[in-house]
């Protein structure tokens, strides 16, 4: 079946089977490097996207169900090739290592702090809890938000 | 030299790959793909151990999009140990078994198709008839004459010396113990005060780096291969595919670009020589993706260590003597394992100073997947099990934690396990400085202390 | 029912390359039209940061500014051998081959800027990416206009070339006598816990750690590194085994739901300090460091929960259940 989305603001068409998750689609159908395959069942959320704004594990969204919805990766972060304010962060505290948790980890971080602006520590565990680094140790990870939050 | 001499060394400089990956423009090796790229996926043991009596295809080939079935068959060299480089023997392990397996989830045969889900499909079908064998999982009873030998010499353990562990010369004798001597242990232990035993377990470890095993083999026109690959170590892959494909290593590319984590996780490239053979055998690309539960139960893990430790003290709180027995699980097959051994070994003294001693190193094999190199290989097991056990002498004798490392810490001018002289002996000054940290006063005569 | 509070330490060492030796590294360093230079290597980027610590090294040597230098890395094509990227050696092996290399792109600098300036070689210095007639403010050439110069104006190629190995050490069989590392690394790490006698979880409260490195190229790669592997030595000491009941295989873990990693709000404060103290076969004194930051973390821990329950556990991951179970024979 043919479903239509805007990806990172540009809109795609795409023939898809019913079963194909959004992942599967992105990475095997559409070549994108900002969603990874980590675990394939919603555990480590490297495959994270924001569909219409809201955090999904895009390994466990079925492609059919985007169909004329607004689907963003970090690769849609930017504005004029400029780096969001949030992923400047994220460089400057060095929140990054081998990089393959990263967009989960910014695109959580933005989901995060464009409901609360300002979020208390717990708040920002409880936000990243869902999402594993096996670099980082997280600890510039939450520095990063910390310094992206408005205190 | 102090810092200020230096012009950019010493300063810390933004990591130069780090904007790509917080903007997911680094390029990892799932965003690889080709026109007409084909996709594997591994019929895999359901037993740990077993002989393959008989293997039935035919419902698995009559699936639409199915290409290819690799078997044994096709591998030109099957048999390697992939520190053959290092001088490391016997070749033990098969790209794909012939007549047995030996660890659950071992892949008996590859299927080759048009997409993942047609691969899993027919993977599903093969028919394999196994008569499963009691498996050996113990390291102590694996040792124990009369155990079920899982090694086609006729044991569980991998024999040291005769130059075959990649370390010692082709003249000198075989044991099945890697061995480091020094000194009078048994004097040492008649002269002890006290004697302190201690026995430490460290087991699997899973690497879990965030990406797992990926692999894109590409033959090219001209006849050679192209291997992409999140390989730690892509002279390593080449070298070995070279050997298992018994074709010049020259004709073959191996490119990495970043890697998505690995931690040890991708040193070992038997996982590159199963995609290598298929696409040489089909001749056209080929992809492998391991799922997240193929990582945990095939993908290495940190060994199994198992370290007892026997120290003789004196009254003062010295180490006057040690012995040490190590066993290794090494999992099914070779692997690293010799090499990690011989590393654990010459590394239980730790870094103290111990001027008697005697340790044995086992590199033993069970019917469990392969364990390899792990963050800290070799020494992260010696470390665990030493400074447990300088926990358990320092209670024994009724000393102070701080004061017997102290007492004990190795100074310049002395010598390792191994007889090397030591010239960069740090560790007081590193004790010093992390009490500092810690808030923790130290007495003015360790304090006074130097390396 | 209590939380009993403990303190452990513990103190190591770890060795720079691969055992015994043996395992040699290349590179080629080859300019490009406008002076800028690409460094080959078959070293591999984990995300350690090996690539911007090539640069650092070449740019120091070379004079050319760490921008314009670009490391192309983990292609048998395009890159010279390499054993790899393990055994924390990159840094150290790679490291000692680069700083070779640069050095003859030095000489060729310095001999092509001499012509240049009209000067003698041995007048000349590198600094802010320029060269310099010492004691003359204003006689001074870019760096890469030299290069740049040398390859069109005094036909040179720009290239240069490293190798670095320790030789493979003897072993003698009967003793196990060997030379088998470069150089020793140093750690020491206090882990503060707090046990829950009523559920047996441990918590981590703060970690102390001080690290020896020779030389940190990159002091922040460096803490990196160390942040990164005290917590995954944390989920060493208290949650990760892919065989819960090891030896035998049944519970054998499948994926993250049933194999524990820490997450965000399982981290300690964590109090990280790095010290130096250079060796002389290290590239400007360095040793290796990626993987001794996951090795002290774990015997601290459990030390500091026998330090608070009066039981050692001698087996890891220190579960909870591990944990009841050692205070049930202790009596507390």
């Known amino acids: 079946m043919m479903i239509r989305f805007y990806l990172d603001g540009q809109l795609v068409e795409v023939d898809v089977k019913p079963t194909d998750t959004l992942l599967k689609v992105l990475v095997d159908k559409l070549g994108l490097t900002s969603v990874h395959y980590g675990c394939g069942e919603g555990s480590c959320g490297a495959c994270m996207v924001l569909v219409d704004d809201k955090l999904r594990y895009s390994c466990l969204t079925f492609a059919a169900s985007v169909n004329d919805k607004k689907v963003t990766t970090v690769a849609g972060l930017l504005s004029d090739h400029e780096l969001s304010p949030l992923q400047k962060k994220f460089v400057e505290n060095n929140a990054a290592q081998c990089g393959y948790c990263t967009p989960g980890m910014v695109l959580v971080a933005k989901a995060l702090l464009d409901k609360n602006p300002s979020p208390s520590d717990e708040e920002i565990f409880d936000a990243l809890a869902g999402n594993l680094c096996r670099c980082t140790g997280y600890v510039p990870i939450v520095k990063a938000v910390k310094s992206a939050a408005r205190r | ?451 | 029912m209590a939380k009993l509070r403990g303190r452990g330490i513990a103190a190591i060492n770890y060795p720079t390359g691969m055992n015994l030796g043996g395992d040699p590294s290349q590179v080629v360093i080859v300019a490009q039209p406008d002076g800028r230079l690409v460094v080959n290597v078959a070293s591999v980027e984990l995300g350690q940061g090996i690539k911007t610590v090539l640069a650092q090294i070449a740019s120091e040597i070379t004079g050319v500014p760490v921008e314009d230098i670009e490391v192309r890395f983990g292609d048998t094509e395009s890159a010279p051998h390499d054993t790899g990227t393990f055994a924390s050696r990159s840094t150290h092996r790679m490291g000692n081959a680069v700083i070779k290399a640069s050095e003859e792109i030095r000489e060729i600098v310095l001999n092509t800027a001499a012509k240049m300036l009209e000067a003698s070689p041995n007048d000349l210095e590198i600094r802010e990416g320029r060269v310099w007639v010492k004691g003359v403010t204003d006689k001074s050439v870019e760096v890469k206009q030299v290069i740049s110069q040398a390859q069109f104006t005094y036909n040179t190629p720009v290239v240069g070339k490293g190798f670095y190995v320790k030789p493979k050490s003897s072993v003698d069989p009967e003793t196990g006598a060997s030379d088998p590392h470069s150089t020793m690394a140093h750690g020491c790490t206090v882990a503060e816990v707090e046990v829950d006698t009523e559920t047996g979880f441990v918590t981590v409260l703060k970690v102390y750690t001080v690290y020896e490195v020779g030389k940190a190229i990159n002091p922040q790669l460096v803490e990196s590194q160390i942040i990164g592997g005290i917590v995954m030595g944390m989920g060493a000491a208290l949650t990760e085994t892919v065989y819960p009941r090891y030896p035998v295989l049944d519970f054998q873990t499948t994926s993250f739901r049933d194999y524990v990693l820490p997450t965000a709000g399982d981290i300690p404060e964590i109090v990280a300090k790095i010290v130096e103290s250079p060796t002389p076969t290290g590239p400007f004194g360095a040793k290796g460091v990626g993987e001794m930051v996951v090795n002290s973390i774990a015997p601290a821990i459990v030390n500091a929960v026998y330090d608070a329950i009066g039981v050692q556990i001698t087996d890891l991951p220190i579960t909870p259940e591990k944990v009841l179970k050692a205070l049930k024979k202790s009596g507390r």
């Open chain 2, 1 to 451: 030299m102090s810092m200020s001499n230096y012009f950019v060394v010493g300063k810390s400089l933004q990591n130069s790959s780090i904007v790509n990956h917080v903007t997911g423009a680094t390029q990892y090796i799932d965003s690889i793909t080709f026109p007409g790229m084909l996709w594997i996926k591994a019929v895999r043991s359901p037993v740990p151990r077993g002989k393959i009596k008989k293997i039935d295809y035919s419902k698995a080939e009559k699936i639409p999009g199915v290409v290819k079935i690799i078997t044994a068959k096709h591998v030109p060299n099957n048999y390697h140990v992939n520190l053959a480089g290092l001088g490391v023997g016997p070749p033990d392990e098969p790209v794909l078994p012939e007549d047995e397996v030996n660890y659950k989830g071992e892949a008996i045969c590859l299927v080759v198709a048009k997409d993942e889900e047609t691969a899993a499909k027919a993977a599903n079908l093969v028919e394999v008839d196994i008569e499963e064998l009691p498996p050996v999982l113990d390291m102590e009873e694996a040792l124990k004459p009369g155990a079920p030998a899982i090694k086609k010499w006729g044991s569980n353990v991998f024999m040291f010396g005769g130059g075959m562990d990649g370390a010692t010369p082709p003249s000198s004798p075989k044991r099945p113990y890697f061995l480091v001597k020094r000194g009078n242990v048994e004097q040492a232990f008649a002269n002890a005060y006290e004697v302190v035993e201690g026995s430490y377990l460290i087991p699997p470890i899973e690497h879990a780096p965030l990406e797992p095993h990926i692999c894109v083999a590409k033959p090219e026109p001209s006849g050679k291969l192209t291997i992409y690959t999140p390989t730690q170590a892509p002279y390593f892959v080449r070298d070995n595919v070279a050997t298992i494909l018994n074709i010049p290593a020259s004709n073959i590319r191996v490119v990495s670009p970043h890697v998505g984590g690995a931690f040890g996780a991708k040193v070992d490239p038997e996982f590159e020589m199963q995609v290598a053979v298929a696409a040489m055998v089909v001749g056209r690309p080929v992809k492998w993706r391991w799922t997240r539960e193929e990582e945990f139960t095939i993908s290495t893990t940190r060994p199994a260590v198992k370290i007892e430790l026997k120290d003789a003290l004196s009254r003062e709180g010295r180490i006057l003597g040690r012995k040490a027995k190590l066993l290794h699980d090494a999992g099914a097959y070779a692997r690293t394992s010799p090499y990690g051994v011989i590393k654990s070994t010459v590394n239980l003294s730790g870094p103290y100073n111990i001027e008697n001693l005697r340790y044995e190193g086992y590199c033993v094999f069970t019917n469990r997947q392969p364990s390899s190199a792990m963050r800290g290989y070799g020494v992260f097991e010696v470390s665990y099990a030493v400074e447990l056990h300088m926990e358990r002498a320092a209670r024994k004798l009724g000393i102070d934690s701080w004061e017997f490392r102290f007492i004990n810490a190795y100074r310049n001018n002395q010598v390792t396990a191994t007889g090397r002289p030591i010239d960069d002996a740090y560790l007081i000054e590193v004790m010093k400085e992390a009490a500092a940290l810690a808030g923790v006063k130290l007495p003015p005569h360790l304090l006074q202390l130097s390396s």
